[in-house]
C-alpha cells in the first residue's frame, strides 16, 4: 500500500489513479458539474470572467477546459487575442492568438529564420534575371567575336600555327 499526499489539501491519502484524496476529488468534480452549468447557461462568457466567477487562476481555467473535463461547454467560452484583442470562440484560437495573428506570427517567424530570402527576395529574382539575361547576350555575341578576331588574326590558333 502507497500513500502519497494529496496536491489540494496535503492529507495522507491511499495512491490510486488521481493525485487527489477523495474528498478533494468530489469537491473538484462538484466545481466541474457548476463551472458546465454556469457555462450553459451564460453562453459567450469569457475565460477572464469565468475565472473571477469560480475564484481560479485564469490558467487553471484554461488548463481545465483543455483537458476535456467540462465536454462540449468549451465550444460556448470565449477569449480574448492576445495580439488584437478580438474575441473568439476558447475553441477556435491557436495557442493565445486569433487565426490572423497566428499567421502573422508565423511569418514573422519565417522572415526572422531566412531574412535574407523573405526579404529581399524580389532584389534577388531581379539580379538573377539581370545575370540571366547578360549571359544570354553574351552567347549571342559569342559567333561575332569569334569571326572578328579570327579575320584580324587574333585567335589562339592562328597564333599557335605562327610560331611553329
Given at each position: 500500500?502507497?500513500?502519497e ?9 491511499k ?34 470572467k469565468?475565472?473571477?466567477k ?21 465550444q ?25 495573428c497566428n ?6 517567424v ?19 534575371q ?7 547576350d ?6 561575332s ?13 592562328s ?6
Amino acid at each position: 500500500m502507497e500513500l502519497e499526499n494529496c496536491k489540494r489539501c496535503g492529507r495522507l491519502f491511499k495512491k490510486g489513479i488521481c493525485a487527489l484524496c477523495g474528498t478533494c476529488y468530489e469537491y473538484e468534480q462538484e466545481l466541474h458539474k457548476e463551472i458546465y452549468r454556469f457555462i450553459q447557461a451564460n453562453k459567450g462568457i469569457s475565460i477572464e470572467k469565468l475565472a473571477e466567477k469560480f475564484d481560479i487562476p485564469q490558467q487553471e481555467m484554461e488548463t481545465l477546459l483543455f483537458s476535456g473535463a467540462l465536454g462540449t461547454a468549451v465550444q460556448l467560452v470565449t477569449s480574448q487575442c492576445a495580439m488584437c484583442k478580438c474575441e473568439m470562440t476558447f475553441i477556435n484560437r491557436i495557442g493565445h492568438f486569433c487565426y490572423n495573428c497566428n499567421q502573422f506570427v508565423e511569418r514573422s517567424v519565417v522572415e526572422s529564420k531566412y531574412p535574407y530570402e523573405s526579404r529581399y527576395k524580389a532584389e534577388i529574382e531581379m539580379i538573377r534575371q539581370s545575370l540571366s539575361e547578360k549571359k544570354a547576350d553574351r552567347s549571342a555575341d559569342l559567333p561575332s567575336l569569334k569571326s572578328k578576331a579570327e579575320n584580324q588574326g587574333l585567335g589562339f590558333r592562328s597564333k599557335f600555327r605562327e610560331n611553329r
